[in-house]
């Protein structure tokens, strides 16, 4: 009342600050606003705060990395930054990073460590991996990789031996669409991926939820689409930020999406929607697809998925009005279900029929420069033994990288066709990162040696044997990034500050055991700015100028059919195959067929994860200055679900899953806009390591309630989607 | 508009994903305390599933022209500066909190050092020609500064062009905040 008051009063006013302001005001805030954060000088590199490898300047000064702003000369930021990128200092100056070396001292797991000196650190490293490889062979030893700085351990790997690398960021997340689209175009995806957003007029989106996921320049895409007037539709369980822009959110029964994409294609097909210049010059398998799609009506899918028919037919044909400008978004973590490949391949479908693959608006074929690789670097000698990524006697016919669980699986002995005995883990928190967490930890005590390699203390740091700090991408250089995109560039990495604490770079890490291994002869450079420097030389780039800058662009080349790229699709038919004869011949449904997923058991809810865009997952829940802004996950319950079981906004609940997992507690975001029949949280909370001071017990881990998972027959992936958890209050 | 310099700041809702790049570009800039934002997001909810409806906002000061915390100040430490930039002096400012009392936007914080702090549209950066940190860093181009009053730029030119609102327009303090919908 008093204020408002004040207000009105202050309101009559007007006139006379008016004629205040007019009688001349100080000239500018400058020196009483400046805080002086400006560097004395700046250093462009590229972020490592997730992995899309944005260009940034980092400004310093007095030695300190006072702020990270975007690099406007770098095709990935364009100047402009995640919130994420610019949390670097966060991380650089995290009180709770790896200082110095550390080898175990108590039980595997106890978390009982002495810090030694790098020699020692390294020389039981190279001890080890020597008598491994006379007892086992070299290829017991598997490499968990996630990060840019990974390439100088997996060369090491190659020379000493085994190429059995896993990333999670394949089975566990973009592998079902990468083998998906393979299968049906003749090339991945990648990162970033081959997609032209910001030319699209119509952009459809199922479970992507871009704008909680940061990629930066795919969500600047996003935005200039939006800008120019594109039209959504989203297809998600969850009212995410994307389905709050949406012409038609689709809020769809999780796992029912093949469903509801059979019914497109019948729509498209059956209303001839689909681009058949396009499909009868690029595209074989047509009438398969009309037979199979024959049934799959919108008041089938219906059914099957909770849609109304009208809006899925309606949503479809806003989508193809558009083609083919017109894009349905691959997604990126896609590890969904179990039947992944076989969704990802209905997407590539959808696509297809849109007409978009080569076009402006959907999809590009990429480009890239060429740098020279260092010269003198000899070429192993050695062939490497298969993965045992997979259960002994078992075959998942497609997808060419390994897969990070079936590497965890194959280190409990006799399970897979030979065992593993050592693991190398650099930048992944395999605790968090793989299903079923409880494996994890058994295959652990199986091993000889667990070398973790990181920046912080995340709970796989905790069970390894030797600990070997890393510095941070702000403080090292790495290799040449050379990216497949829509232009042409390469990026440099280079240290804004020297490497804090007794922490050393990746490269040096590696060369250093290298060269305790027999190995020197595969790292023949004396540091990696010598590497990246004399690789830029034999490029005949400007050296000094791409330091300066941080990047140097190419010309380009024409990338979409509309400008002369030439239509190239690596399938054996060398055609866009709608149906899928290399499935056929591996036993597999060569066109995509819906199983209805398991239901809930009653009282309980299917558990879905996601994004927050202030995180890399569990990466960056230490950082503190990220943490100002979402510093530990809640549980998304419907609103009306919430208010029949008595629980409020706010409170505490604790989460059982079908296994009898049962979550530390967590607060429930009561909320409309989710379904009732699943919850969401954001992956990556819930930390148990006592090194992650901050992080440690705020919000829930997700993984741990991911008992189960399915896998996915075509290549192996983890759908992890498939768990139900009760709610009860804390 | 008198072709006085007027600066304001125009936020596209229609392309604000809330990512908070804004906030946190804008603590790094201005250094702000641990635990304090200069600026932060609103998001915005309407309906029962699933008839939904969002919008999300950026929201700041709002560099009022008719500014009750400048009139409020008993120290003549919130003060105006070109182009209707509203700062705090922080060596005149006792921390009475009659600003943070008087804003209808809750824009102001008390900073641990004492003395009333908020968004100063990054007066030190436009002073030497630069756009704010928040514009500078936003992923959407969802952020617009500049000032008004030239009729070719930007600012004006979004707000000639685009629907667009201010929050609580019922107080009469001119906001220089605007919101396209």
């Not at chain 1, 996003?222 to 369980?237: M, N, R, S, T, Y």
């Not at chain 1, 930048?427 to 494996?439: D, F, I, M, S, Y």
């Amino acid at each position: 009342m008093q204020r408002r008051d004040f207000i009105k009063i202050t309101g009559t006013t007007a006139l006379g600050v008016a004629v205040a302001t007019s009688l001349g005001l100080p000239k500018s805030g400058q020196a009483e606003s400046d805080p002086g954060t400006d560097g004395d000088h700046t250093v462009a590199t590229f972020c490592e705060l997730c992995f899309w490898k944005c260009g940034v300047l980092a400004h310093v000064k007095d030695g300190k990395v006072t702020k990270i702003v975007g690099n406007p000369m770098h095709p990935l930021s364009n100047g402009a930054l995640c919130p994420r990128g610019t949390g670097g200092t966060g991380l650089l100056y995290d009180p709770d990073r790896l200082k110095k070396p550390m080898i175990r001292v108590g039980e595997r797991g106890a978390q009982k460590f002495k810090e030694v000196e790098w020699p020692e650190a390294l020389d039981f490293v190279a001890n080890k991996l020597k008598e491994i490889a006379t007892k086992h062979g070299p290829e017991a030893v598997a490499l968990f990789v996630h990060g840019f700085g990974g390439s100088f351990f997996r060369h090491l790997l190659n020379a000493y031996g085994s190429d059995n690398v896993g990333q999670p960021s394949h089975a566990q997340c973009r592998g079902a669409r990468e083998v998906g689209f393979q299968l049906t175009f003749g090339a991945p995806l990648g990162s970033p991926e081959v997609i032209d957003l910001e030319n699209s007029r119509a952009i459809a989106l199922i479970g992507s939820h871009l704008g909680e996921n940061m990629h930066n320049t795919q969500v600047q895409e996003f935005a200039k689409a939006i800008e120019c007037g594109a039209q959504l539709v989203v297809v998600d369980p969850r009212f995410s930020t994307a389905a709050g822009k949406a012409r038609y959110w689709l809020p769809i029964k999780p796992g029912t999406d093949i469903a509801l994409l059979l019914a497109w294609i019948h729509v498209m097909l059956g209303e001839g929607l689909y681009d058949r210049e396009y499909i009868a010059k690029y595209a074989i398998g047509l009438e398969q697809l009309r037979a199979h799609v024959a049934d799959k009506t919108p008041e089938w899918a219906s059914l099957e998925t909770g849609l109304d028919p009208a809006q899925i037919v309606d949503s479809i044909r806003l989508l193809a009005g558009a083609r083919p400008a017109a894009l349905l978004h691959p997604g990126r973590h896609t590890a969904w279900y179990g039947d992944d490949t076989q969704r990802a391949r209905a997407m590539a479908i959808v696509n297809a029929l849109l007409g978009n693959y080569g076009r402006r608006g959907g999809f590009y074929f990429p480009t890239k420069l060429g740098v020279p690789k260092y010269a003198g670097v000899p070429e192993f000698a050695h062939t490497f033994k298969r993965a045992p990524d997979r259960p002994k006697g078992k075959v998942f016919p497609f997808g060419d990288e390994g897969l990070a669980h079936g590497l965890r699986d194959a280190t409990i002995p006799g399970t897979a066709d030979y065992d593993l005995k050592a693991w190398i883990v650099y930048g992944t928190n395999l605790v968090q990162a793989l299903p079923e967490p409880k494996k994890t930890l058994e295959a652990i005590q199986h091993l000889e040696l667990l070398v973790a390699i990181d920046v912080l203390p995340a709970e796989i740091v905790g069970y390894a044997d030797v600990v070997l700090p890393e510095a941070t991408y702000l403080e090292r250089w790495d290799d040449v990034v050379v990216t497949p995109y829509k232009s042409q560039y390469i990026a440099v990495r280079q240290p804004a500050v020297a490497p804090l604490y007794d922490s050393k770079p990746g490269w040096w890490i590696a060369k250093e055991l290298a060269n305790r291994l027999g190995l020197g002869a595969y790292f023949p450079w004396n540091d990696a700015s010598e590497l990246v420097k004399a690789r830029l030389e034999a490029g005949k780039f400007d050296v000094a100028a791409v330091l300066k800058n941080g990047v140097a662009l190419g010309p380009g080349k024409p990338v979409f059919l509309e400008d002369g790229a030439p239509a190239s699709f690596a399938t054996p038919s060398k055609k866009i195959e709608l149906f899928s004869q290399q499935l056929a011949d591996a036993g597999l449904d060569p066109l995509p067929n819906y199983t209805p997923p398991e239901e809930p058991p009653r009282g309980q809810f299917r558990l879905l994860m996601g994004r927050t865009p202030t995180h890399t997952f569990g990466r960056t829940t230490n950082n503190r200055f990220l943490s100002e802004i979402y510093s530990e996950n809640e549980l998304w319950l419907n609103a009306q679900v919430a208010r029949d079981m008595g629980l409020d906004d706010g409170a505490q609940v604790r989460l059982t899953n079908q296994d009898g997992v049962k979550s530390t507690p967590l607060r429930l975001k009561a909320t409309q806009r989710i379904r009732p029949d699943c919850v969401f949280m954001v992956h990556g909370y819930g930390h148990t390591a006592p090194g992650l001071r901050f992080a440690k017990g705020r919000g829930v881990d997700d993984t741990a309630l991911v008992s189960r998972s399915k896998i996915d027959p075509v290549f192996g992936g983890t759908g992890m989607n498939v768990n139900f958890v009760a709610i009860e209050r804390a | 508009m008198n072709g006085e310099k007027r600066y304001v700041m125009v936020v596209d809702t229609r392309l604000c994903v809330g990512c908070k790049a804004c906030v946190l570009a804008c603590k790094a800039e201005n250094n702000t305390p641990d635990g304090y934002c200069r600026d932060w997001i609103v998001e915005d909810i309407w309906g029962i599933f699933p008839n939904l409806r969002a919008e999300i906002r950026s929201e700041r000061c709002n560099h009022c022209s008719n500014a009750p915390c400048v009139d409020a100040c008993p120290t003549g430490a919130s003060h105006k500066v070109e182009g209707g930039i509203v700062l705090v002096d922080h060596d005149k400012c006792t921390g009475c909190k009659a600003c943070i009392a008087s804003c209808p936007y809750d824009a102001r914080y008390v900073h641990p050092e004492g003395y009333v702090d908020k968004c100063t549209f990054c007066a030190h950066r436009v002073a030497s020609g630069k756009t704010t940190a928040c514009v500078a860093i936003c992923p959407t181009k969802t952020l617009h500064f500049g000032d008004v009053s030239d009729p070719h730029g930007e600012v004006a030119q979004l707000l000639a062009s685009r629907r667009h609102k201010v929050l609580h327009p019922e107080t009469g303090c001119e906001p220089n905040l605007y919101f396209l919908t």
